[in-house]
């Protein structure tokens, strides 16, 4: 008789053992598995860390064309108050009235750069730049001329006039010069003023701006700025040929001389037109300056359409001037190789370029025939 509790012993103990063997194997495989796992998940984490940040890098650089091109750089934080000189908006270039019965004049001290020529009948005009300002009431706003157009063209600026000679208007429109003819619809008219009418044109931001959208001019420039400004307050006194200058007399013609009379107190230059104080039509505030450039250049009447008054001055190609802050004046040199290039002004005593004092600048450019100009 065969013993069947050996048997089932024996068959029992072999079922154990391989019961056992497989779970061994199953806990290994579990183990390797997790092993397996845990390596592609530090594998994705290194991956993760070597590109993530270039795929987001990308992400910042522009694509233009389908082409990765490299963000530019931000621009340097400036301290400069007169202008944002990192703004890329173009500014606005606004004749003004400058005739005795016109007086006083209006906002034109929000202006960072003003020019004064002389135009026909020994009067001047004034054009002055604008940019990232809110004017309420600018003016009055003259007509255009040609010689300022040389002006516009090295400030990119928008030109802003009332009408204008035929000759600038031939211009403006032959050459598509933007610009916003204020005498209508984009100009205000102040009728309380005991004045002509010719002489109560004002203008506002509000308008301006709506010229700029009826006409799509373009807003932005690339041009850059036409000063450099130093952050710290400048030296003059430093030069070997500077000037202590307390009074600036600017004679254009017997009709109008421009006067500057240095302020002490807040380092800058009171304004008149001739004997009278250049005060704002708003505030009643005397107008002061920071800066003056001031040259003289030949200046040749001719007759355009008629009329054999009208005034060129000789302003490309070279010469000497003066620049005047802080009660000194030092001799510097100008530059302008062409009606649309910039002026370049330059320190006459090294030969570098001219840096001002962060403020408004006045640029004065006197008839050398028959103006005057006296620094004392």
């Known amino acids: 008789m065969k013993n069947h509790s050996n048997v089932y012993n024996h068959d029992n103990y072999s079922n154990y053992k391989k019961n ?31 590109f993530v940040p270039r795929i987001l890098e990308n992400h910042k650089k522009t694509n233009n064309g389908g082409t990765i091109t490299e963000e530019e750089p931000k621009e340097k934080e400036s301290n400069i108050k007169i202008i944002d000189i990192n703004s890329k908006t173009r500014p606005f270039a606004i004749m003004i009235n400058c005739k005795s019965e016109a007086l006083p004049q209006s906002e034109v001290n929000k202006a960072y750069i003003v ?16 940019k990232d300002v809110n004017l309420n009431k600018v003016g009055s706003v003259r007509s255009s001329r040609n010689p300022y157009l040389a002006y516009v063209f090295e ?22 010069i933007a610009d916003i003819d204020v005498d209508g ?3 205000v008219r102040d009728k309380s003023l005991n004045r002509a009418w010719e ?34 307050e400048l030296d003059l006194s430093k030069y070997s040929d500077k000037k202590e200058v307390k009074n600036i007399s600017i004679k254009y013609s017997n009709y109008r001389t421009s006067i500057y009379k240095y302020n002490e107190d807040s380092g800058k230059y009171l304004r008149f037109m001739n004997s009278k104080k250049n005060t704002d039509l708003v505030t009643g505030e005397q107008y002061e300056v920071k800066n003056i ?5 030949h200046y040749t009447r001719y007759t355009d359409h008629n009329n054999p008054n009208y005034q060129r001055p ?3 190609g070279t010469g000497d001037g003066y620049y005047i802050t802080d009660g000194y004046a030092i001799p510097i040199t100008w530059e302008k190789a062409s009606e649309s290039s910039k002026t370049i002004y330059r320190i006459k005593e090294n030969g570098e370029e001219l840096v001002v004092n962060d403020g408004n600048t006045y640029i004065q450019i006197y008839p050398t025939n028959g103006g005057k100009l006296t620094l004392n």
């Open 293 to 297: 450039i001031v040259y003289g250049v």
């Open 20 to 50: 056992h063997h497989n779970d061994a194997k199953k806990k290994y495989n579990i183990k390797y598995d997790n092993i397996i796992i845990v390596l592609v998940i530090l594998i994705i984490i290194v991956l993760g860390l070597i």
């Open 199 to 232: 002489h109560t044109l004002f203008t506002n931001s509000t308008k301006l701006i709506k010229g700029l959208n009826d006409k799509k001019l373009r807003t932005t420039t690339e041009t850059g700025n036409l000063l450099t400004y130093s952050e710290e």
């Open 155 to 176: 400030n990119d600026a928008i030109y802003v006039h009332a009408g204008g000679s035929p000759e600038s208007l031939d211009r403006i429109a032959k050459e598509k």
């Open 314 to 316: 000789e302003n490309i």
């Open 115 to 130: 020019y004064e020529l002389m135009v026909e009948g020994g009067i001047t005009r004034m054009m002055a730049l604008f």
């Open 185 to 187: 619809k984009y100009g």
